[in-house]
């Protein structure tokens, strides 16, 4: 299957803050990614849809301002939490949709902000 | 208002059993229905999809059953495996343009 690669896959941090996640498509190119989150047990809260070239769509309740997103290329979004608060410790993973349809997913980055 | 609800949270199977998950959707303009598997500290990966086109889809010991009328899904894992012992998720796009994904369930293999 195509390979979706994310990093870092662990980050510890102090709070105040920011941490940048990389999510890059290996074998493929992706004009749109998802950014999730997920909590312990619990299912992918979906944060936003990242466009290649355009600014990402957030999901209600989501701070863009808090959870930035950049789609850089076909192949590279970043998610960048700026000043990074201790429940903003959590599991983001990435994902890349190609041209068929399959969403991958990346192996996801633990961010813990002390 | 939850697009996918998934059933059961949790299942324990004996190894060579049958696992089966269930998977009910509220918008017919869904056209794509993923699964997926999650281990524990991993990101999720794409187990088997079916379209609605389609009753069933079978991939080795996997198999998709669709019901459009009921609006239902279903995984059917056979010969059960420990290593299948992790947690399970439906989804359901339309146009691929965004996936709701179910809450999951956690399988659990006894050897």
């Known amino acids: 299957g195509a390979v979706v690669s994310q990093h870092p896959s662990r980050v510890i941090c102090k709070s105040g803050t920011s941490v940048k996640i990389e999510c890059r498509s290996l074998?493929?190119?992706?004009?749109?990614m998802f950014w999730y989150r997920q909590f312990p047990k619990q299912s992918l809260m979906l944060m936003a849809t990242?466009?290649?070239?355009?600014?990402?769509?957030?999901e209600q309740g989501v701070e863009k301002d808090k959870f930035l997103i950049n789609h850089a290329s076909l192949t590279l979004s970043t998610l960048t939490v700026t000043s990074a608060h201790p429940e903003d410790s959590s599991f983001y993973i990435c994902?890349?949709?190609?041209?068929?349809?399959?969403?991958?997913f990346g192996e996801g980055s633990r961010l813990t902000v002390l | 208002q939850q697009q996918v609800k998934q059933s059961p949270q949790s299942l324990i199977v004996q190894k060579g059993g049958i696992s089966i998950i269930n998977c009910a959707y509220e918008?017919?303009?869904?056209?794509?229905f993923p699964w997926y598997q999650q281990f524990p500290g991993k990101g999720p990966a794409l187990l088997i999809a079916?379209?609605?086109?389609?009753s069933e889809k079978k991939e080795g010991r996997f198999t998709i059953s669709f019901n459009k009328s009921a609006k239902q899904f279903s995984l059917h894992i056979m010969d059960s495996q420990p290593g299948d012992s992790a947690t399970y998720f439906c989804?359901?796009?339309?146009?691929?343009?965004?996936?709701?994904f179910g809450s999951g369930t956690k399988l659990n293999v006894k050897p």
């Open positions: 989804a359901a796009s339309k146009n691929f343009n965004k996936f709701y």
């Open positions: 074998d493929f190119q992706a004009t749109t």
């Open positions: 990242s466009n290649e070239g355009s600014k990402a769509t957030y």
């Open positions: 994902s890349a949709c190609r041209d068929t349809g399959e969403l991958f």
């Open positions: 918008n017919t303009a869904f056209d794509y």
């Open positions: 079916i379209r609605p086109d389609v």
